[in-house]
């Protein structure tokens, strides 16, 4: 799992400390191969580049992690910034984007 996103700075570091929080029991978590943010300054004046990253060791423990309540506190901190960001599920077979959340959590409620 790989997030951008561009924001005004003071909302960047915002963003960046929200998911520091939660980066550190996503690392605790069963499958977790790492996890890591970090912000670097964009090249517009004032604001700045978020980045986020998840790594797992499987394609289920990414589903398994997509249909976690944690993981909905990741992407409620993703809804707060001004700017949508960009998310990237990237697997060896397939690249997805959000699409993917929608995907999991649908499977899961059909089961």
């Given at each position: 799992?790989?997030?951008?996103?561009?924001?005004?700075?003071?909302?960047?570091?915002?963003?960046?400390?929200?998911?520091?929080?939660?980066?550190?029991?996503?690392?605790?978590e069963?499958?977790c191969?790492?996890?890591?943010?970090?912000?670097?300054q964009?090249?517009?004046?004032?604001?700045?580049?978020v980045?986020?990253?998840?790594?797992w060791?499987?394609?289920?423990?990414m589903?398994?992690?997509?249909?976690?309540?944690a993981?909905?506190?990741?992407?409620?901190?993703?809804?707060?910034?001004?700017?949508?960001?960009?998310?990237?599920?990237?697997?060896v077979?397939?690249?997805?984007?959000?699409?993917y959340v929608?995907?999991?959590?649908?499977?899961?409620?059909?089961?």
């Open positions: 799992l790989s997030v951008y996103l561009h924001a005004p700075t003071p909302q960047a570091r915002t963003i960046e400390d929200a998911l520091r929080v939660l980066m550190w029991g996503t690392r605790l069963a499958g191969a790492g996890c890591q943010v970090w912000t670097s964009g090249e517009t004046s004032g604001r700045s580049d980045h986020y990253e998840e790594r060791a499987s394609e289920k423990a589903e398994t992690r997509v249909r976690s309540e993981f909905t506190k990741v992407l409620e901190v993703l809804e707060a910034a001004s700017d949508a960001p960009q998310v990237e599920f990237d697997f077979y397939r690249h997805q984007g959000l699409e929608e995907e999991v959590r649908r499977a899961n409620e059909k089961r």
